[in-house]
């Protein structure tokens, strides 16, 4: 356990530490070399410049302290670094590397602000260092010592032009990455709505069905037969405690905080698929079933389920049929499922005539997994659900078959 904490606490340290650097390194890319090479440049240009005293250098840490607010106070940084280098300037002192500051300031600006607002300020930064250091160029002393007008103003202009341009560049880089982890979170959530509203359709809905017919059972049967009937209430009791946890598990994803790992309940599959017959078979179907299916992946197990159960639902709530035909097996990389009733054949509606999404969840589920789904009409009466959903490489375990037959 004190492993564990001491790991744990490394993982808060870090960002911790790195935070701090991230805020440092920009002052001591100002204070370093102002303290180290301002002396070193004066004595390259003693014939026009002032010799470094302890304002130099308290200009140097004073613009290498405000920097250390530039990532909440950008503009403060600025306007400190820009204050500091013009003074410098015009007391005289050497050009060197108090100049870092320029760069360093317009740099921050560029990478917190929008590009309008961070165009505004470091052009006012640029005009202030310009003209503080075009007084010293319009000196005779700064002309006979081969100092342009011209290069002072490339150089000043880079000093700003080059770390707004750089930083909001990155700046930009990053909200565009931000806006594409922000649709891919909300395209995360919306597939994760669907799935849930495809599960409770196919959960809640085949619970509801079966609930449905074994009612009509029951009623048909109370007076005549109340071991059937007693029978028949205990298969609707069943169906309908699958169907609430299958309710429950769902809304337990949606009440989990986000990033916590959800509760869910056992996953379904073809294992369940000879408590699916005899459910459908005691709503009154006569089912066939031939299951030849080995070990499979729990996304194609689930999926290859959720279709059979969708199908014979449709039996149920549909297509008025009494017998119906169940084939699924697997041959070598793919499951191949059929699903085939002698009813109406007029496809899945509801009760008001209109189609159902019932087709269209089975699809998407095939679909998702590289499969295909189709279903229709059988030219011999009847309707007919064929799936196919591929089963990746190294699931091939020995057959556990499950034939089955109505009784």
């Given at each position: 356990m004190t492993g564990e904490r001491e790991r744990g606490g490394d993982r808060v340290r870090q960002p911790d530490l790195r935070r701090l650097w991230n805020a440092l390194w920009p002052a001591l890319l100002v204070l370093v070399p102002g303290l180290f090479g301002t002396r070193g440049a004066?004595?390259?240009?003693?014939?026009w410049s002032r010799p470094p005293e302890p304002l130099a250098y308290g200009l140097v840490v004073f613009a290498a302290a405000s920097v250390l607010a530039q990532r909440r106070?950008?503009?403060?940084?600025?306007?400190?670094?820009?204050?500091?280098?013009?003074?410098?300037?015009?007391?005289?002192?050497?050009?060197?590397?108090?100049l870092i500051a320029v760069p360093v300031a317009a740099?921050?600006?560029?990478?917190?602000?929008?590009?309008?607002?961070a165009l505004t300020w470091n052009g006012g930064l640029f005009l202030a260092v310009h003209l503080a250091g075009a007084v010293r160029f319009g000196t005779e002393t700064a002309a006979r010592h081969n100092m342009p007008y011209l290069g002072w103003l490339a150089a000043s202009l880079?000093?700003?032009?080059?770390p707004t341009a750089a930083w909001a560049a990155v700046r930009i880089r990053r909200e565009s990455e931000e806006g594409v982890r922000s649709a891919l979170a909300r395209r995360a959530a919306s597939e994760e709505r669907l799935r849930m509203a495809q599960e409770?359709?196919?959960s809640v809905g085949h619970g509801l069905a079966v609930i449905a017919m074994q009612a009509g059972v029951a009623l048909h049967v109370l007076d005549r037969n109340p071991a059937k009937a007693r029978q028949t209430l205990e298969a609707i009791r069943d169906a309908s405690r699958e169907s609430l946890e299958s309710l429950r598990a769902e809304l337990n994803v949606l009440r989990t905080p986000e990033g916590d790992p959800a509760p869910r309940r056992a996953g379904l599959g073809m294992d369940d698929a000879g408590v699916l017959l005899d459910r459908i078979r005691a709503g009154g179907v006569t089912?066939?079933?031939?299951?030849?299916?080995?070990?499979?992946?729990?996304?194609?197990d689930l999926a290859a389920y959720r279709i059979l159960q969708e199908s014979l639902t449709n039996v149920l709530r549909h297509a008025r049929a009494t017998r119906a035909g169940v084939r699924v097996r697997q041959d070598d990389d793919v499951v191949l499922l059929d699903v085939a009733d002698d009813g109406a054949g007029s496809g899945p509606l509801s009760p008001d005539g209109h189609r159902g999404t019932g087709i269209a969840g089975m699809t998407a589920r095939a679909v998702a997994l590289g499969g295909e789904?189709?279903?229709?009409?059988?030219?011999?009466?009847?309707?007919?659900?064929?799936?196919?959903?591929p089963v990746p490489a190294g699931h091939g375990l020995p057959a556990a078959g499950m034939p089955g037959s109505a009784p």
């Open positions: 004066s004595s390259e240009q003693t014939d106070r950008p503009g403060l940084t600025l306007v400190c670094c820009g204050g500091a280098v013009v003074t410098y300037l015009l007391v005289g002192y050497a050009y060197g590397p108090m740099a921050g600006v560029a990478d917190a602000w929008p590009l309008r607002r880079a000093a700003v032009a080059v409770l359709h196919d089912v066939d079933a031939d299951i030849q299916v080995r070990h499979l992946p729990p996304d194609v789904l189709v279903a229709g009409p059988r030219p011999d009466g009847g309707f007919a659900v064929h799936a196919r959903l």
